[in-house]
């Protein structure tokens, strides 16, 4: 999973390619669509998942209204106008037997030091559909200040709402002051039901919170969360983990795996980073010189 990102190649003359998006999924249920789509294109869809599970119906979505259902595992084809070009599909798989939804996490250093501090609230780095978050930018009143969305601006002022979330508010986001700016943080969007919630911002030696979090129409009957695929709690009925203590290095993957019911059983799939960030900077280590000989003199500078 830590192959998801954004890739592009650069040529030696300096040109560089358009940005392409990998995700890659623990599953069981991925949509799987081409890398660049056009207007006017013919293209594919196909809800993939492993032959073995035997689903007994799959169902494609556009903008949450049923589009296509198959009792095979059907690929659907599309050709793309122009209202398409802002549609958001999904598709669901049903299963004769209850699945776990899964969702996964990954802890990794990194550094922070004069940035612009930001609150968010709720502070959960991935979200359902309809839900709410507001960002809150810290600084003098008599700053100006601006939000940006994967690079474009958004919004003016202190505090930026979002109110009925939707996928399309996924991306990456940072205030931008006249005195500074705060580090970027990813915020995610899905249709869930399941979403495996983390903090924004975390920094080694303080507790994590993890939260294993669904659509409240689905029944939950079990959750399980994972570190680097062993089991670390559950399985149990506590919609609820214990926060990881601070004094610990949790440096790892994360997933969590909910069972849940209604009617019938149905498979999504999700995954979700996380971050952790130092406190402080790491150190620098200067020289007076950067050419020694045996006798000179020599200075050590360490920096934070």
């Excluded at 968010?120 to 009143?141: A, D, Q, R, Y």
């Excluded at 969590?256 to 009617?263: F, G, H, I, K, Q």
């Amino acid at each position: 999973m830590e192959h998801s990102g954004y890739y592009k190649c650069r040529a030696s003359t300096g040109d560089t390619s358009e940005v392409v998006t990998l995700s890659v999924s623990h599953g069981p249920v991925i949509l799987r669509a081409p890398l660049y789509v056009y207007e006017g294109d013919n293209i594919s869809l196909q809800c993939y998942s492993p032959p073995e599970l035997l689903a007994m119906q799959t169902i494609f979505y556009r903008n949450n209204q049923t589009l296509w259902k198959s009792s095979t595992n059907y690929t659907l084809q599309l050709t793309v106008k122009h209202t398409d070009l802002t549609a958001t599909y999904r598709c669901s798989k049903h299963f004769p037997v209850t699945k776990t939804y899964s969702a996964g996490t990954t802890i990794s250093y990194t550094e922070m030091s004069g940035t612009v501090p930001v609150t968010i609230t709720p502070n959960w780095n991935k979200l359902l559909t309809g839900e709410n978050i507001s960002m809150t930018c810290h600084g003098e009143t008599y700053l100006t200040y601006h939000w940006f969305h994967n690079g474009g601006w958004v919004a003016e002022g202190q505090i930026y709402t979002i109110t009925s979330v939707q996928v399309g508010h996924s991306g990456f986001y940072q205030c931008r002051t006249n005195q500074g700016v705060s580090l970027i943080f990813s915020l995610e969007v899905s249709h869930g039901p399941v979403i495996l919630q983390a903090p924004f911002f975390v920094y080694r030696g303080r507790n994590i919170n993890l939260k294993c979090h669904s659509h409240p129409d689905y029944s939950v009957n079990w959750t399980t969360l994972y570190r680097n695929n062993r089991l670390i709690y559950g399985p149990s009925r506590d919609l609820s983990f214990p926060f990881l203590e601070g004094n610990y290095d949790w440096s790892g993957t994360y997933r969590c795996e909910r069972t849940l019911s209604r009617e019938e059983y149905v498979t999504y799939t999700d995954e979700v980073s996380l971050h952790v960030r130092d406190l402080f900077t790491k150190p620098n280590i200067t020289t007076t010189l950067y050419t020694m000989t045996e006798g000179d003199n020599m200075t050590l500078t360490c920096e934070t």
